[in-house]
Structure formats: C-alpha cells, structure tokens
C-alpha cells in the first residue's frame, strides 16, 4: 500500500484546511491521521475503518476535526476547523491492521506528511 497525503498550507487562526490520503488499494482495517509538532511527539489525531466502526478522535481533534472516508476513492479527508497556532505540525496519514484503530503502534504504512502552520 502506498498513501498519498494533500492539502496542508499555511493559514491564520480561525481557518479551516482539509487533509486528503489517499491508498494505492485496500488490504488495511483501519486508515488515520497523525500528527508531530517540532521537538513533540506523534499524537494519533483521528481514524476510521474503511468497512465499520468509529470514527475515533485524539484529545486534540474533537470538536473541530471531522474525519471522514471514501471507500470507492480509497481515500480518507480530515476536515479541520477552527484552527489553532497549536495545531502546528506535520500531518502524516496511514494505514493499519488489528482491533485498535487509536493505537499508534497498529499503523503500519505512513504517507510522507503534509505541513500544517497556523499563525496568530
């Protein structure tokens, strides 16, 4: 499998931007979204399976993130509103197997990251 992430830029607080991935074919259970802030650690943002079930949302994505699938496109958007300075960082999608879709280590393929800079 092979991910494809799109849509990070640069915007003010208050703006919205919407993150595409995009997988070469479907043999996972679960595809999501993760994020690392410079000298921070990867935080699991928010997943979905592809056939039923969630979707699942990190501490910092509810309430303003909205994940959502296109199983005919293999394909997975991460509408995020409101944004912060703090949702600063690289936005990495990937792709898993197993029964925890917010479990870091359950991710086994990642795409190349898409930055995301919100200033004040």
């Known amino acids: 499998v092979q991910l494809q992430a799109s849509g990070g830029g640069s915007v003010q607080a208050g703006d919205s931007l919407r993150l595409s991935c995009t997988a070469s074919?479907?043999?996972?259970?679960?595809m999501g979204w993760f994020r690392q802030a410079p000298g921070k650690e990867r935080e699991f943002v928010a997943g979905?399976?592809?056939?039923?079930?969630?979707?699942y949302y990190g501490h910092s994505a509810k309430g303003r993130f909205t994940i959502s699938r296109d199983n005919a496109k293999n394909a997975v958007y991460l509408q995020m509103n409101n944004l912060k300075p703090e949702d600063t960082a690289v936005y990495y999608c990937?792709?898993?197997?197993?029964?925890?879709?917010?479990?870091?280590?359950?991710?086994?393929?990642w795409g190349q990251g898409t930055l995301v800079t919100v200033s004040s």
């Open positions: 990937a792709v898993g197997w197993g029964d925890t879709v917010t479990r870091t280590a359950d991710y086994k393929i």
């Open positions: 074919e479907r043999n996972y259970h679960f």
């Open positions: 979905v399976r592809w056939n039923e079930g969630g979707p």
